[in-house]
């Protein structure tokens, strides 16, 4: 069964500093990503796609793909608390069948 | 901008009897719906995927008679969770797709409590 593989799975990281998560998929047909933010008590709203191979920045955060190894990074540099979320990786489930799957998220807090 | 309405925003339950929620995109026309559970612990479970005249294709682990979907349009799609059990808890979340776009857009989603 196709899955979606988030790390770490929690993620603590002082205020003005760098925040990287990972997100690997395990099936050899996906080699497309999106990065979704979950405030507390909210739902999920999509951050960040990246469909192609390399570097993708919008802002304080850039999201990198390798699709040989089928693995997706996000980084926020310059964290704020207010990026204090569960970011949950996304991918294609069954390549066109329509269906995405996300992973258990990553947890992160920012401390002021 | 595309929005989705889910209502209700919370609800309670007792445990063997079912609650229907629904999910309202306005001003974009939902080609299809998927419908998402959340566990308490977190982990994120498609249901099943819901494409306007196409058959409702579930996940393993749910069923229709558990979980029967009505997407009649392309701006309103609802699902009732029947017999809900404590199993049942969490936040259900509809994401609407636009179009050709595989970009998921969630409602706010459905927080059952179920006692």
């Known amino acids: 069964q196709q899955k979606v593989q988030q790390s770490p799975e929690s993620l603590i990281v002082p205020e003005g500093g760098m925040a990287s998560l990972n997100c690997t998929s395990s099936?050899?047909?996906?080699?497309y990503f999106w990065w979704y933010r979950q405030h507390s008590g909210k739902s999920p709203k999509m951050l960040m796609?990246?469909?192609?191979?390399g570097e993708k920045e919008e802002g304080r955060f850039t999201v990198h793909l390798n699709k040989a190894s089928l693995h997706t990074s996000l980084h926020i540099r310059d964290s704020q608390p207010s990026d204090s979320a569960l970011y949950l990786c996304?991918?294609?489930?069954?390549?066109?069948?329509?269906?995405?799957?996300f992973g258990q998220g990553t947890k992160l807090s920012i401390k002021p | 901008g595309a929005l989705v309405y889910q209502y209700p925003r919370r609800t309670i339950c007792k445990s063997g009897t079912s609650m229907r929620m629904e999910c309202q995109a306005v001003?974009?026309?939902?080609?299809?719906v998927a419908w998402y559970r959340q566990s308490p612990q977190k982990t994120f479970e498609l249901i099943a995927l819901?494409?306007?005249?196409?058959?409702?294709?579930?996940e393993q682990n749910f069923t229709q008679e558990k979980f029967p979907i009505s997407h009649p349009n392309l701006s309103f799609s609802s699902m009732t969770v029947l017999n809900a059990y404590l199993e049942d808890r969490g936040l259900y979340l509809c994401?609407?797709?636009?179009?050709?776009?595989?970009?998921?857009?969630f409602g706010s989603g459905t927080r059952l409590t179920v006692l």
């Open positions: 996304a991918a294609p489930m069954n390549y066109n069948q329509g269906k995405l799957i």
């Open positions: 099936d050899r047909n996906v080699d």
């Open positions: 796609s990246i469909f192609s191979n």
């Open positions: 001003g974009f026309q939902a080609t299809s």
């Open positions: 819901s494409t306007v005249n196409s058959a409702i294709k579930y």
């Open positions: 994401g609407v797709r636009l179009g050709g776009a595989e970009t998921l857009y």
